[in-house]
């Protein structure tokens, strides 16, 4: 037996119950997206072609989305459940970032408040971007600003490039980003300088720093390669990855995961750019992966290219992508093996600014061991690892209460 978290990067289906506190009572992402195709959406005879995911549906994503919403989703998503065990979770982490989501549902909820840079121009501290020109041996830096990184970067590029100054800014999020020209800046300098600002940074508790390498020639080509790359803080306690490869398994991560866990408690990395060769990445890794292992696949796309752009045509259409493909990954599992899909937080690309939304997030389990209908809500994201860690036999996490599978 295996288990597979499948985690749709900010996939809310509707506002927490402190979405308030965060300015963001009455997001969400799924729901909203459900009523932008209904609405905006036409087949060739001019009917409404509303949202279609009926992979995800017979799982119960859809009677998930209205346990969470407290009423049905504005469409049926094609399908009714019959396979899955399916509710929703709540985060009790202090942050709607991307660290405190997944470290929670891996069992170590942040109970701190990480560090932000204010949104106003020349938002770092001159000291850091003082020692970083010195250390990097730069001309100066370009940005010092809040910004959404493929605008800043269609700005800035060419400055950039004629300069050679890299692209300093961050967003609403715990993060120091640099982008930076893959040919006229180099990407393995890149790196070294976001070490370097990831050394500078600590100081502030900033939870990461990301290199956003880009290509192209002028603003109307400039496009962000998959060569990405975090630098995040550790998590304080083991988290489920740690607790598997101590029990003598392995964890084979693709994407991002690896960067967000700081390469702890991995076994093996699936580095992967777009949702295709996300989607391409994780199917070799459940083929791949032995028995006792867990395969985690960030699905980053659902966030950056569409949440964050607020590009909901975009985000509905990827939903619908992924859907179609899901029948690839589970193909490939093996019997007895659990399946888990689910999200580290919301992002309704139809909400205000670009920010992530403080969202319930879907979980369902599948697989041959699981009797399929609803399951309580749980309180925590922990509740899931701590459900996947007693599936693989591990020892307890920091934090967490299994389901009843």
């Not at 509707?14 to 729901?31: C, M, N, Q, R």
């Not at 709607?96 to 204010?118: I, R």
């Not at 050394?199 to 990405?228: H, M, Q």
């Not at 991002?256 to 390469?263: E, G, L, R, V």
Request: hydrophobic share 40%.
């Amino acid at each position: 037996m295996r288990a597979v978290i499948l985690l749709m990067d900010s996939f809310g289906i509707g506002s927490a119950k402190d979405a308030e506190a965060f300015h963001d009572a009455g997001s969400d992402t799924l729901g909203h997206i459900c009523e932008y195709f209904a609405a905006h959406r036409r087949d060739e005879a001019g009917r409404s072609k509303p949202l279609y995911l009926p992979n995800l549906a017979r799982l119960g994503l859809a009677e998930a989305a209205a346990a969470a919403r407290g009423c049905p989703l504005p469409a049926d998503l094609g399908g009714e459940a019959r396979y899955g065990a399916y509710t929703y979770a709540e985060e009790v982490s202090r942050g709607k970032d991307t660290l405190s989501g997944h470290w929670e549902l891996a069992g170590v909820p942040v109970d701190f408040d990480w560090g932000y840079f204010p949104n106003v121009p020349h938002c770092f501290p001159s000291e850091v971007i003082n020692a970083l020109i010195k250390r990097g041996r730069l001309r100066g830096v370009l940005g010092e600003c809040h910004a959404s990184g493929t605008e800043i970067i269609k700005e800035l590029g060419i400055e950039h490039m004629r300069s050679g100054k890299p692209i300093v800014y961050t967003s609403a999020d715990s993060v120091l980003q640099i982008a930076a020209h893959e040919s006229s800046f180099g990407l393995e300098r890149l790196y070294e300088l976001c070490k370097i600002a990831f050394e500078l940074v600590r100081p502030y508790n900033i939870a990461r720093v990301i290199a956003r390498p880009f290509i192209g020639s002028d603003p109307t080509d400039f496009v962000r390669t998959g060569n990405r790359h975090d630098y995040a803080v550790a998590a304080p306690q083991q988290t489920l990855l740690d607790k598997v490869v101590a029990n003598g398994q392995q964890v084979y991560a693709v994407g991002k995961i690896a960067d967000i866990f700081a390469h702890r408690g991995i076994s093996r990395h699936y580095a992967a750019g777009n949702l295709e060769a996300l989607i391409d990445a994780t199917v070799e890794a459940v083929r791949e992966a032995p028995e006792g292992a867990l395969v985690f696949s960030n699905f980053v796309d659902f966030d950056s290219s569409f949440g964050h752009r607020r590009n909901v045509r975009g985000y509905g259409e990827a939903l619908e992508y992924f859907d179609w493909r899901l029948n690839e990954i589970t193909g490939c599992f093996r019997p007895l093996d659990l399946g888990l899909i689910t999200a580290d937080h919301g992002n309704d690309p139809t909400w205000t600014g670009t920010d992530h939304t403080r969202e319930r997030v879907p979980v369902l389990f599948f697989g041959d061991a699981v009797e399929p209908g609803p399951r309580r809500p749980l309180t925590t994201f922990a509740d899931m690892g701590a459900t996947v860690a007693a599936y693989l036999g591990t020892e307890p996490l920091f934090s967490g209460r299994a389901v009843d599978l």
